[in-house]
């Protein structure tokens, strides 16, 4: 009996050895069921381990022998005995299963003529985290006393490795994330934010950097959708030629084809030399479409072309000429809306859309603002040549509540001002001069987004009157785009009174 044990301890430590190098969590699992089953000689077998999602909190990881996977009380001679083993954490030995009256109503007993069972838990320390089970038809007696011990420890020793492999497991994704947040650091230093929602923007942004698959971004004015453009074509492999942007709402109609598409001496009056366009200039580069849902139907489907054939032709030429460029747009409009109302075309759409990445808004990122206030605020006193700056509490909640109607650009312009404009070393919410909004205009029923944004944009021109450069700086958005807005809602006010 004494070098029966110094056996079995011999094993066991031999066992220990090895399962505690595996740490991947189902590979330990299936050398646990493999070395439990080799050394008593079990003909079938299976491991289950806690599992919240499913039925009794436990579920079959690893099995073998077994006809194909089933919930983890249909593999088991008897159910209640499992279930015994879970809830008391007690090992169940039987010599003789066959005769044993706790596998009475056992159909799969008498149907496989199973004869010895035996089942133990997997403990750590109080905790029963899952269980071994195994089962013989050659011989009755297969399993006795002394196997039940050997297996009762093994199973200790496997619970404890199985708890290492988990950590290790939740280590590894925790420095895969922290990578991964580093990465994102080191690739775009100006884009800052760690809310969930940011996080999958830029994941995406990731993952198209090292390709030339057209990217549509969406999202609201002020969102950052030039900074991504300009952080995608600046990590990619086109980083060290041209990324030309291209505002397509800042435009006049009548000179946007002659911009975008160049000119041939001649081609109209005025036209005294030849002139590349803006595409041409994109050459070997990127080429950033801005605004690309403000751009004339008449000259969508010529841009169809230049993305379908890769070439162009100037105005007034006869002959193409190849193009090789990637191609990143960007919106503030429900295209799939402007495609309905018949404002944008849809094979255009799909061509641009390969992948499209969302920003959020600011208000759908709270959890960012403190981290971009603390940015902006550096950033501000060294272009400035301020003294290092604390923002008050009241402040601070101030900041949080607002909408943030113009986004990013709106927060930085408020921070940014406040910055030049404070005197002392602390922010104020008095030094904010934040665009006040009352319930009533920001819950007022039955207004759209549109009507709501011109009523904003007309409310601000009147406060500030009728200055645009303040206007825009008020509502966190760029020159251009006031000035494209207010000859939109005047060219719908000439229909409207013709």
């Not at 960012?368 to 008050?392: N, P, W």
Request: net charge negative.
């Amino acid at each position: 009996m004494a070098e029966e044990s110094k056996d079995d301890f011999t094993v066991l430590y031999e066992i220990t050895q090895k399962i505690n190098s595996i740490l991947d969590e189902q590979d330990l699992l299936e050398k646990v069921l493999e070395i439990a089953m080799a050394h008593l000689d079990a003909e079938r077998g299976y491991v289950l381990t806690s599992d919240e999602s499913s039925p009794g909190g436990f579920a079959v990881v690893v099995f073998k022998n077994f006809n194909a996977r089933k919930d983890a009380t249909e593999y088991a001679a008897s159910s209640s005995v499992i279930k015994k083993v879970l809830d008391s954490g007690e090992p169940v030995l039987a010599f003789d299963a066959l005769s044993d009256e706790r596998f009475e109503a056992s159909r799969s007993i008498l149907a496989q003529r199973i004869l010895s069972v035996i089942c133990v838990p997997m403990r750590l320390q109080e905790k029963i985290t899952g269980a071994i089970y195994l089962d013989s038809t050659r011989s009755r007696g297969k399993f006795n006393t002394e196997t039940m011990k050997f297996l009762s420890v093994f199973g200790s020793l496997a619970a404890v490795a199985l708890e290492n492999a988990k950590e290790y497991g939740h280590l590894r994704n925790e420095n895969t994330r922290l990578k991964n947040e580093i990465s994102s650091v080191r690739l775009f230093p100006g884009i800052i934010g760690r809310s969930k929602a940011w996080k999958m923007a830029l994941d995406l942004v990731q993952r198209v950097i090292d390709t030339d698959v057209s990217v549509l971004i969406t999202g609201e004015s002020g969102t950052g959708k030039e900074l991504i453009a300009r952080a995608i074509h600046g990590q990619g492999r086109r980083k060290d030629r041209a990324f030309m942007a291209i505002n397509c709402s800042a435009i006049p109609e009548q000179l946007l084809e002659s911009e975008l598409f160049g000119y041939k001496r001649g081609a109209f009056t005025g036209a005294n030399v030849d002139k590349k366009g803006l595409i041409e200039y994109a050459e070997g580069g990127t080429l950033f479409l801005d605004e690309v849902g403000d751009l004339p139907v008449s000259l969508q489907a010529k841009l169809l072309r230049v993305l379908q054939e890769r070439e162009i032709r100037r105005l007034g030429d006869g002959e193409s000429k190849k193009v090789d460029m990637r191609v990143i747009s960007a919106t503030n409009k429900d295209l799939r809306e402007e495609i309905k109302n018949g404002r944008f075309r849809e094979d255009l759409y799909f061509r641009l859309n390969i992948v499209e990445i969302h920003l959020p808004p600011l208000r759908d990122r709270v959890e960012d603002i403190t981290v971009l206030i603390d940015y902006f605020m550096k950033k501000a006193c060294e272009v400035h040549g301020r003294q290092a700056k604390k923002i008050s509490a009241d402040a601070m909640s101030r900041l949080l509540k607002h909408p943030w109607y113009g986004n990013v650009r709106e927060l930085q312009n408020s921070v940014e001002r406040a910055v030049v404009l404070s005197r002392g070393e602390e922010l104020t919410e008095a030094d904010l001069k934040l665009q006040e909004y009352s319930e009533e205009e920001l819950l007022q029923s039955g207004l759209t987004l549109e009507a709501f944004e011109r009523k904003l944009v007309e409310k601000t021109l009147a406060e500030t009157g009728s200055n645009r450069t303040r206007t825009a700086e008020k509502l966190g958005v760029s020159l251009r785009w006031l000035q494209y807005r207010l000859k939109e809602w005047g060219s719908q006010k000439d229909q409207q009174d013709g």
